[in-house]
């Protein structure tokens, strides 16, 4: 079984940085070496535009783009390459979405659902798209431990919602939701349903087909894979229902002055020069991952996160922000007379990085009469050690306010 520790040897930055206890995975993971060997061998070799270039150089980018479409569909086990599209990340997914999905058919009075501990990006858009729509928000209120509460989530499933869309982990509570069954109680109403995991594809196994959802997204750089491209997956018969978000380049069939027809699915929404060096290296990303034996790692992950909770709880003056019975490597928190500001910058001085802010969770975090919590979030490069690091850090945080 491959260790933590030997996994962090594939990425370089740490040799760059070996006193650097990095714990802001949920906002960017760092890149494996085959994921930079990967875009680094594309522009050396194999640089050029795709899809409409009959020479040979423009024939091996193509195949590259592609290739690493078909990836991303094994990796996420859709039925088909064609039911991934290449997007900028999970926000622009999302925006596709509600913009090319739901806005035609979205009407006053209708109901868009998702949850109370959603990102900006899975709450902003469909915020938008009611108002213009004079359509209703409805938020899934959560428990004390930060958890869906199931009887008001089925409970709010009426006819009036037209799109069910929430995260698979939460990005700030560190809650994983019962994606399946919340998808299974949707459809049975006939519901579509938008998963976004963007802070799940690193270390939990997704399969589209098993979960039944209509979409999904994921960023590539949460992933181990470049910034600036990410996927949306969509059920085929969903995206040939779809009109273009946007339009130009690359996503048409026929084009005339008056009159435009469109590609098919996916090109249909992927207008202009797509991020092939990005989609290239999300490709390799997803291939490093998928070499790893993921249920030991999950394992091992999970052992680190109990020794971080463990370690977290025992200093006085400090609580934990989501205390949900299923829950992943990220661990919220606030300490008594420091601000999360002012911790992160004392934490930065012990070199240990985390995340202080609300952390695109706004809503949820004022709900909580909090003004943001300091967060520590897990990825496969971590190692005892580095919690070690945090708790010293949090040490001298406790010395200077305590």
């Known amino acids: 079984m491959q260790s933590l520790t030997d996994i962090r040897k594939d990425f370089p930055l740490f040799e760059q940085h070996p006193e650097l206890a990095y714990l802001d995975s949920a906002a960017t993971s760092q890149k494996p070496k085959a994921v ?42 859709a039925a088909e390459s064609r039911e991934i599209v290449f997007t900028k990340g999970s926000t622009d997914g999302i925006n596709l979405v509600a913009n090319s999905y739901l806005a035609p ?19 902003v858009p469909w915020q938008q798209l009611c108002h213009a729509k004079g359509a209703h928000l409805e938020v899934i209120p959560l428990n004390e ?48 349903t938008l998963l976004d995991a963007a802070q799940s594809v690193a270390h939990y196994p997704l399969d ?12 590539g750089h949460k992933v181990f894979g470049p910034t ?17 978000y946007q339009s130009g380049g690359g996503m048409i069939r026929r084009v005339q002055y008056q009159e435009t027809s469109f590609a098919p699915i996916p090109q249909r929404f992927e207008a202009g020069t797509p991020h092939v060096a990005g989609a290239i290296g999300l490709g390799a990303a997803l291939d490093y991952v998928q070499s ?56 930065n001085e012990a070199k240990v990085a985390v995340r202080a802010g609300h952390h695109c969770t706004q809503p949820l975090l004022e709900g909580l009469g909090l003004p943001g919590t300091a967060r520590a979030s897990l990825s496969i ?21 305590g």
Not at 208 to 219: E, I, M, N, T
């Open 145 to 192: 431990r930060g958890e869906i509460v199931w009887r008001d989530f089925v409970e709010r499933l009426s006819p009036k919602v037209k799109m069910l869309a929430f995260v698979h982990v939460s990005n700030s509570l560190g809650t994983i939701n019962p994606a399946q069954e919340m998808i299974e109680e949707a459809s049975k109403r006939g519901i579509p």
């Open 381 to 401: 490069y971590n190692q005892h050690s580095d919690i070690d690091q945090l708790k010293e850090g949090l040490q001298t945080v406790k010395q200077i306010f």
């Open 36 to 77: 930079l060997e990967a875009i680094h061998h594309y522009y050396l070799n194999e640089n050029a535009n795709i899809h409409r270039g009959i020479y040979d150089l423009s024939m091996q980018a193509t195949q590259a783009y592609e290739s690493a479409r078909k990836k991303v569909a094994d990796f996420i086990n």
């Open 208 to 219: 589209v087909q098993a979960l039944g959802c209509d979409f999904l997204v994921f960023s």
């Open 292 to 347: 790893l034996d993921r249920v030991a790692v999950l394992k091992q992950l999970d052992a680190l996160k109990d020794y971080a909770t463990e370690v977290l709880n025992g200093i006085d003056g400090l609580q934990i922000i989501g205390q949900a019975k299923a829950k992943s490597g990220i661990l919220s928190f606030v300490m008594e007379l420091a601000h999360p500001h002012d911790i992160a910058t004392i934490l």
């Open 228 to 244: 600036g491209i990410g996927i949306l997956f969509g059920r085929a018969e969903r995206l040939e229902e779809m009109k273009p």
């Open 105 to 123: 058919q979205l009407e006053a009075g209708d109901v868009v659902l998702i949850s109370a501990m959603e990102h900006h990006a899975n709450l």
